[in-house]
């Protein structure tokens, strides 16, 4: 039977093709967009005003390719006209980036606010116990290594990218629950007539897709690392995440496709649904938000499963190891819940309707 | 004979509306039993609930002499069910799919091989072993769907109108693999609001409409509950309403209607076509083409419950 799964899994096109071959062309656009920045072009100092005073201001000044100029918003926005800088941030009760163009240099500057916001109630308790910034920088790979280290601030997107992948691991849980449910389709009439252990039968499913998953994420960060050069900062943890973010991903599918009565086509669309609000919590969209939600809203941004995924590819990215291991605890826990919520639902042996 | 199936009083409600009421029948071991009904009569529903899918407000139902539950896997692995509705995976050839379904009865391989092939065989998709779903015919998707359910050679095997939207020579290969099934000894229950699928097929049938038992026995008996013994019709340019009342009150005539140019009678159990044919001779009326037929399934259930079947 497992056998048969994997062949089975392994035939089917379309999640193939959604689990694999999308990140692994959506990887190679980014790597394409992002080849004609030259580190020539990060190496090289620019000017950035700021106006309004806090401790962002001394963490941007521990920065070796900035130069800071703290200025009032007429001088900030005559300097930004005349290109003498590339933007400023304006503190107020938030910080605002402004900016005229895009360039590489501007999207340095919006990294090192998301950055800020991320990290900023961390590396504020830091600073007030030890005054020491330092601590944030180093801390921070694609500033303190840009120029001689692997590590360059483009991979974030690569980060980014896993964690996509992660979670279409979802349409693995969705189609095994719909596979061994009679309710769910007729091929799960069929399974559930059969003289095959239902629970049996979708562990087995189960099994086998997250085999696959590390097999094609084995096949991603190969073609990531040695096709395109993508340099990651510590692949046990790269691997150990991104496993545990396919877990969770899995584990999601299945409480979808437990929980919810739609067809799979309708649970592929919750799941869209649920992955992309929950993107736009974590800040993929916008960092600000998952600043905001971390803040005033921190429940939501434990159970958040994309969150949890993203913040433990960050934690690696940003080398901050309590931060993996909290992640690591927090992705087990999600996964453990959803599943025993999904098993209350598809313990049940008849059905009312089907 | 053993009883297969024993089903006492079975009663499944979806919320107010009663699906099945109070069903009650047997089959017996090696027979072919229908379960005869328009659509939404609870032919899927009865069935649904003998296979342990779907829970029931009441009744008793026993399989090969024990009590059914969804945990009776030494049961279920001696029961096939084909499904009205096709469930094979796209992505597998014809061999696969049913090398797949088989699977989830017999672990040993060389087994499982012969009995796909035996399978493959019965229902004649020899030619078709490496097809893909999509690259079949809607008759031998049937047919692949039939496969899939029977691979494992099951004692009993549930069939839910197997036939439906199928092309006649495709159906005509349904049945005839059906009869063969029964000739290796399952016993089938075979639904279908086709009545002469039923008729050429079953040994016992049991007439239901909406969840409720109209009628059981064999074709024979069955067709004993109507009041006629043979139906004609001839094809008459012009019928006076005169000649008409005549021809109803024509011996052993049951029943007789003129619409657009055909004269449709009904005769009572004394079959005396030739009188009534001497009659239209002696009173000059012309036909120009006469058919007749026994009495079917579809006038028991219209004698029975004032509908066609088909309504």
Redo the contacts between chains.
């Keep these: 039977m497992f056998l048969k799964q994997f062949k089975l899994l392994l035939k089917n096109r379309s999640m193939m093709f959604w689990s694999l071959a999308f990140p692994i062309i959506l990887g190679t656009f980014f790597f394409m967009a992002f080849s004609n920045l030259t580190e020539t072009e990060i190496l090289n100092t620019f000017n950035v005003g700021v106006v309004g005073d806090s401790e962002f201001v001394e963490v941007l000044e521990e920065i070796e390719f900035i130069d800071v100029y703290e200025l009032s918003i007429e001088k900030a926005e005559e300097n930004l006209n005349e290109g003498n800088i590339v933007g400023y941030y304006l503190i107020e009760d938030e910080i605002e980036l402004f900016v005229r163009y895009n360039s590489t240099s501007t999207t340095i500057l919006k990294n090192i606010l998301d950055t800020y916001y991320v990290y900023g109630s961390v590396f504020e308790n830091i600073a007030s116990e030890t005054g020491q910034f330092e601590i944030l920088i180093s801390s921070n790979n694609y500033i303190s290594d840009v120029s001689t280290e692997n590590v360059d601030f483009t991979n974030i997107f690569f980060y980014t990218l896993i964690g996509m992948f992660c979670i279409f691991a979802g349409m693995f849980g969705i189609n095994a629950v719909t596979l061994s449910e009679a309710n769910m389709s007729i091929k799960g009439a069929r399974v559930s007539v059969s003289s095959v252990n239902k629970l049996k039968y979708l562990l087995s499913t189960l099994l086998v897709s997250m085999i696959i998953m590390g097999i094609e994420f084995s096949i991603l960060y190969i073609y990531l690392s040695v096709v395109l050069g993508i340099q990651f900062s510590n692949v046990l943890q790269l691997f150990i995440v991104s496993l545990l973010g396919c877990f969770v991903g899995i584990s999601l599918g299945v409480l979808i496709g437990a929980v919810s009565k739609k067809d799979e086509e309708g649970k592929n669309s919750i799941l869209t649904a649920v992955t992309m609000s929950g993107a736009f919590l974590a800040g993929m969209m916008n960092f600000q938000v998952k600043y905001h939600v971390d803040n005033n809203i921190p429940l939501l941004s434990k159970i958040n499963p994309v969150n949890m995924i993203t913040d433990g590819l960050l934690s690696i990215y940003y080398e901050n190891f309590d931060r993996f291991l909290s992640n690591v605890g927090s992705l087990l826990i999600f996964s453990i819940v959803a599943i025993f919520i999904s098993f209350l639902f598809l313990r049940r042996k008849t059905y009312d309707s089907i | 004979m053993k009883e297969v199936i024993k089903v006492e009083k079975l009663t499944k409600s979806?919320k107010e509306l009663k699906a099945v009421d109070e069903l009650s029948f047997s089959v017996k071991e090696k027979e072919i039993f229908g379960l005869l009904g328009p659509n939404g009569s609870g032919k899927t529903t009865t069935i649904?609930c003998l296979?342990?899918?779907?829970?029931y407000d009441s009744g008793e139902i026993s399989i090969f002499g024990e009590e059914m539950?969804?945990?009776k896997?030494?049961i279920?692995?001696k029961?096939g069910?084909v499904?009205q509705?096709?469930?094979?995976?796209d992505?597998?050839t014809v061999r696969?799919n049913i090398?797949?379904?088989c699977?989830?009865?017999i672990k040993d391989k060389k087994k499982r091989f012969e009995y796909v092939n035996d399978a493959i065989e019965l229902v004649e998709l020899t030619g078709f072993v490496n097809f893909k779903p999509k690259q079949l015919s809607g008759g031998l998707l049937r047919r692949l769907n039939i496969a899939?359910?029977i691979a494992h050679k099951p004692k009993l095997i549930f069939l839910d109108e197997p036939t439906v939207a199928v092309d006649p020579q495709s159906r005509n290969h349904i049945l005839e693999g059906i009869k063969k099934l029964n000739d290796n000894g399952a016993t089938i229950i075979y639904t279908s609001h086709y009545m002469e699928e039923v008729e050429f097929l079953c040994d016992n049938i049991l007439i239901i409409d909406k969840g409720k038992v109209i009628a059981k026995g064999s074709k024979e008996e069955l067709k004993k509950l109507v009041g006629i013994s043979l139906k004609a019709n001839f094809e008459i340019d012009k019928m006076s309403n005169i000649l008409l009342n005549k021809v109803k009150q024509f011996k052993n005539i049951v029943d007789a209607t003129y619409e657009d140019g055909e004269l449709f009678v009904s005769f009572e159990k004394t079959n005396n076509l030739g009188d009534f044919i001497n009659f239209l001779h002696d009173n000059k009326v012309k036909y120009t083409k006469v058919y007749s037929e026994l009495p079917t399934l579809n006038d028991v259930f219209l004698e029975l419950t004032g509908k066609e079947l088909r309504d």
């Design positions: 979806y649904n296979l342990s899918l779907l829970n539950s969804p945990t896997y030494h279920k692995e029961i069910v499904f509705e096709v469930a094979v995976f992505e597998l696969e090398d797949y379904f699977s989830l009865y899939c359910g």
